[in-house]
């Protein structure tokens, strides 16, 4: 099955630096990576996704890269705030009909420091 | 609101007791999946459904165990609980292909 690793698992960062987080996946078939957002005693909620056929993505403060070959994708938030302290989760999936098992990483803590 | 619904929000319980968390995905979403999230912990895969049938199996105990019913709604069921299964238990939803995963607000549940 899919493992996905994550790291660094906490990340304190001053109030508009930057802060990235990376994730590394072991199925190459896997096409599919999320990114959630986890505030404390909360529902992961979505915040920005990738698929195999995009190398990068962005959302405003918000972006990903995504590496196949290597098997990595990586979660950039600039100008950090206050409210983007909580704990972000990747995932790796398959994509297709029937849909497949989506696997998470452990989690990074991010702390933005005012 | 995410679409998803679980109850119940919170429960309490003694060891050795059996519970039923439930459920009810977004409209027109086939697969559920839970995972069970411990106190500073990640979000562990416990099992995955889609259509009613079993589609993938990750860390699950042999006390816990799942179904999907015709409505699409499911239910895991934890029996002769132990402190250690104190936690934060999620169900998310997802539709076809590469469609967001959308998670309910969790049940928490502690043995006491």
């Known amino acids: 099955g899919e493992n996905v690793e994550q790291h660094p698992s906490t990340l304190s960062v001053q109030e508009g630096d930057s802060a990235v987080i990376k994730c590394t996946y072991s199925d190459s078939a896997s096409n599919y990576f999320p990114w959630y957002k986890q505030e404390l005693g909360k529902r992961p909620q979505l915040i920005i996704d990738?698929?195999?056929?995009?190398g990068e993505k962005k959302d405003q403060r918000i972006a990903v890269t995504l590496n196949k070959t290597a098997k990595h994708f990586s979660l950039h938030i600039t100008e950090t705030q206050p409210e983007d302290s909580a704990v972000y989760f990747c995932a790796a999936s398959r994509s297709g009909a029937g849909s497949y098992q989506l696997t998470f990483g452990k989690g990074t803590k991010l702390s933005v420091i005012p | 609101d995410s679409g998803v619904t679980q109850t119940p929000k919170h429960l309490i319980t003694a060891t050795g007791q059996r519970v039923t968390l439930r459920c009810s995905p977004r409209?027109?979403?086939?697969?559920v999946y839970w995972y069970q999230q411990s106190l500073d912990q990640g979000l562990q895969f416990l099992i995955q459904?889609?259509?009613?049938?079993?589609?993938a199996k990750g860390n699950i105990l042999e006390r816990f165990s799942a179904q999907q019913f015709p409505d699409l709604h499911s239910e895991l069921n934890l029996s002769s609980l132990e402190l250690g299964d104190s936690a934060l238990y999620f169900c998310?939803?997802?539709?076809?292909?590469?469609?967001?995963?959308?998670f309910g607000q969790g049940t928490r549940l502690t043995v006491v």
């Open positions: 459904y889609y259509n009613g049938e079993e589609r």
């Open positions: 990738i698929r195999s056929n995009v």
């Open positions: 409209s027109g979403d086939l697969s």
């Open positions: 998310a939803s997802k539709g076809v292909e590469n469609a967001e995963a959308f």
